[in-house]
């Protein structure tokens, strides 16, 4: 028998706090591709978690440096002071990263990864006597975590509407997602490249291209339901930046350590951006821990601007690269080059996309859309309860099936651990197929509106 806990003090985050607390869905241990539960019951992982214990839970190589270093120094501050590992946790995350990105700004998570990488974009431009490129442009739909910098870039209305005005001079591009045009695409979409052409005509026409300082996407969309780039489009992004004297960011936070079946995203498209914001599997997961990889020139403009033993960059965390992150980053990095889990990943990408594809013609599946092992799967909602018809497969797959997916909106999503196998693969896909066949009116008691 469960023994639950006292749900009343903790405030939970992107959560439907009340529903949940009505009937908690509680995780007491996990392990390779599973979690338990708290009554006994074995779940397969179908998302990483949240898109981020890449090597699966658990992984004992990574279990043993965070247990090492917890009883070798807690913690050691590193402004003005240093210690070794995050110097070698630098270089690792090199060592995966496209040539020419190599310096790295350690902080917590993706949202201050990303706000950090704002941040430098900004000072830098500022640092070589261009101050006037101040204006940010992110994406419609496009999730940057949750500080105001990353929601003023970001692009999912859910997240922005009650906080106010955000940042300033910041500007969206239209997101690429065309279900008429495209549904049911395996893998990269034929049509919207042209969409990226908007940069240009549209938005640097409004502008001022002399006012940009940056652009930041997603090279694959993932939080608001795995939109992906349509052929070529990323390599128009860069043209036009390049011609332009704009940096381009990407947010890898997600599409970062293999999840596409290469190390980064960038790789994958061929696209080498000016600065990577990354997090999640840098670490597996086992230690909170984000990045800015960083172009060298980039960070020699700060080194050039700054006087002689002045601080070059007046940003940082008190947790900036802490040793239990830097050893979870150095074992985690290690773990995917030995067992070569970015290789696996792709070797099982078709596989992966023929599960996916068979859920084409199931009762209110809308399009299916896949790249590595990324997958979202779009819902015809219930009218009136928008969120309610896909929240119901993931309450019915957790309880009823022992599966755990995603859901945004009414689009599941599934990301899950590289090490996950055909036989799993099958799990999961035959298991939201047998409840998409059963879907009936979602009760509404069930509904929860994100
Ligand atoms: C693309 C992207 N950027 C930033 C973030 C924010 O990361 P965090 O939740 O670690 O702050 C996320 C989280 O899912 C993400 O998907």
């Known amino acids: 028998m469960a023994n639950t806990p006292d749900t009343e003090h903790f405030w939970m985050p992107f959560t439907a706090n009340r529903q949940f607390k009505s009937r908690p869905r509680m995780l007491v241990s996990a392990s390779g591709m599973h979690y338990t539960t708290d009554?006994?019951?074995?779940?397969?992982?179908?998302?990483?978690?949240?898109?981020?214990?890449?090597?699966?839970?658990?992984?004992?190589?990574?279990?043993?440096?965070?247990?090492?270093?917890?009883?070798?120094?807690?913690?050691?501050?590193?402004?003005?002071?240093?210690?070794?590992?995050?110097?070698?946790?630098?270089?690792?995350l090199v060592s995966i990263a496209p040539e020419g990105l190599n310096r790295v700004f350690f902080c917590n998570d993706g949202s201050e990864a990303v706000d950090s990488a704002l941040k430098i974009a900004l000072a830098y431009h500022r640092m070589r006597g261009d101050g006037l490129r101040t204006r940010l442009i992110g994406r419609e739909r496009g999730y940057h975590g949750v500080g105001f910098g990353g929601i003023a870039v970001g692009g999912i209305a859910g997240n922005r509407k009650h906080f106010g005005p955000t940042l300033p001079g910041v500007d969206h591009l239209r997101h690429p997602l065309d279900i008429a045009r495209n549904a049911f695409t395996r893998g990269l979409p034929e049509h919207g490249a042209e969409i990226a052409d908007e940069l240009e005509q549209r938005l640097l026409a409004l502008h001022d291209p002399a006012t940009v300082a940056a652009v930041i996407v997603e090279p694959m969309q993932g939080s608001t339901g795995v939109i992906l780039p349509p052929k070529g489009y990323l390599q128009k992004l860069r043209a036009i930046c390049d011609k332009y004297g704009i940096l381009l960011i990407f947010d890898e936070v997600i599409t970062g350590f293999g999840r596409l079946g290469t190390a980064f995203a960038a790789d994958y498209f061929g696209v080498v951006p000016d600065m990577i914001v990354c997090a999640k599997g840098l670490t597996n997961a086992a230690v909170p821990m984000g990045a800015v990889i960083v172009r060298q020139e980039i960070h020699d403009a700060f080194m050039q601007a700054a006087p002689e033993n002045a601080i070059e960059f007046f940003h940082g965390y008190t947790y900036s690269g802490h040793p239990l992150a830097s050893a979870a980053a150095i074992a985690a990095i290690k773990v995917y080059k030995e067992e070569g889990l970015f290789d696996r990943a792709a070797a099982m990408a078709p596989y992966f996309e023929d599960a996916a594809h068979s859920l084409k013609g199931l009762p209110y599946v809308k399009d299916v859309r896949n790249l590595g092992l990324v997958c979202g799967i779009e819902l015809e909602g219930i009218p009136g309860k928008p969120t309610a018809r896909a929240f119901d497969v993931f309450l019915k797959c957790f309880?009823?099936?022992?599966?755990?997916?995603?859901?945004?909106?009414?689009?599941?999503?599934?990301?899950?651990?590289?090490?996950?196998?055909?036989?799993?693969?099958?799990?999961?896909?035959?298991?939201?197929?047998?409840?998409?066949?059963?879907?009936?009116?979602?009760?509404?008691s069930e509904a929860?509106?994100?």
Not at 421 to 440: C, H, S, Y
Request: glycine content about 8%.
């Open 399 to 444: 309880w009823d099936k022992n599966v755990l997916i995603r859901t945004t909106g009414d689009i599941i999503a599934l990301s899950p651990p590289l090490i996950i196998d055909k036989a799993q693969i099958d799990q999961l896909f035959g298991t939201i197929a047998e409840v998409l066949k059963a879907q009936k009116a979602v009760p509404a």
């Open 448 to 450: 929860a509106v994100v």
């Open 39 to 92: 009554d006994g019951r074995k779940i397969l992982d179908g998302t990483a978690g949240l898109w981020c214990v890449n090597a699966g839970h658990g992984h004992p190589k990574i279990v043993e440096a965070i247990q090492k270093q917890a009883a070798t120094m807690d913690y050691g501050p590193l402004f003005q002071m240093g210690h070794p590992l995050v110097f070698e946790a630098a270089s690792a």
